[in-house]
């Protein structure tokens, strides 16, 4: 059991507006910065946003995020095709004093 | 570019012993923090351990406390992981990634390697 939740699940077609939440605690999400991850089918993991809501080079803006308290959020706007993969929200936690990730979202295109 | 090219899985009994390597270019590995984080197959991710860019600093998930060791030798570009007292449940595609600092370790991996499989299994 992770100490993050995330829904298993979200849908939405081309074009449209996909949210999915990440819920913790004081000790992970209350106190640092939260990372999301990308992993397409088969690929390894991508850094999506870092520092909470910045992207790395190359990842399109459709893609933000933020935190309030102890969760945080991605969005996916204008949806497409490729965006189909897990979705994982990560963060260190000082109570466990290691790095703890979302059981993951899966984001369907329909 | 960076790349980090991960080696060293297979099949192993029970009980036995693996130790997995990372080898990075395009950036000095002395420099960052890096760490290993598993992927049961079908499931999701699982942070395992972290250690600083000297090496001197280390993390390691509950669930592998005392059975694996995270080193280092910066001369070679290489992280290591030793795994003693493997269980079936160890079973993941195991990564390796690179955190952005030398002691940054909340920041979280930024990038990572394709992955070794490793299979615990009689």
């Known amino acids: 059991q992770s100490v993050l939740t995330q829904p298993p699940s979200a849908s939405g077609s081309p074009g449209q507006r996909v949210t999915t939440s990440c819920s913790g605690s004081?000790?992970?999400?209350?106190?640092?910065?939260v990372n999301w991850y990308q992993q397409l089918p088969g690929t390894a993991p991508k850094l999506l946003i870092y520092?909470?809501?910045q992207r790395p080079s190359g990842v399109p803006d459709r893609f933000s995020a933020s935190k309030s308290g102890t969760s945080a959020s991605l969005a996916i706007s204008g949806l497409q095709s490729e965006d189909e993969a897990e979705y994982y929200c990560?963060?260190?936690?000082?109570?466990?004093?290691?790095?703890?990730f979302g059981p993951g979202t899966k984001v369907t295109v329909l | 570019e960076e790349q980090l090219l991960e080696s060293g899985g297979g099949l192993v009994q029970p009980g036995g012993s693996l130790r997995l390597s990372c080898t990075v270019s395009?950036?000095?590995?002395?420099?960052?923090?890096m760490t290993w984080v598993r992927q049961a197959p079908g499931k999701g991710l699982e942070w395992v351990s972290a250690?600083?860019?000297?090496?001197?600093?280390?993390y390691y998930a509950n669930s592998v406390k005392g059975r694996f060791t995270i080193s280092r030798d910066n001369s070679k570009s290489t992280l290591y992981l030793q795994m003693n007292s493997l269980r079936v449940e160890d079973t993941a595609l195991y990564y390796c990634?690179?955190?952005?600092?030398?002691?940054?370790?909340?920041?979280?991996?930024?990038?990572w390697g394709q992955g070794t499989l490793v299979t615990v299994s009689s």
């Open positions: 990634a690179k955190i952005p600092g030398n002691y940054d370790f909340w920041r979280g991996p930024v990038s």
């Open positions: 395009g950036f000095t590995l002395g420099s960052f923090a």
């Open positions: 250690n600083s860019g000297s090496g001197g600093s280390a």
């Open positions: 004081f000790s992970n999400i209350g106190r640092n910065i």
């Open positions: 520092d909470e809501n």
């Open positions: 990560a963060v260190w936690d000082d109570s466990l004093n290691g790095y703890v």
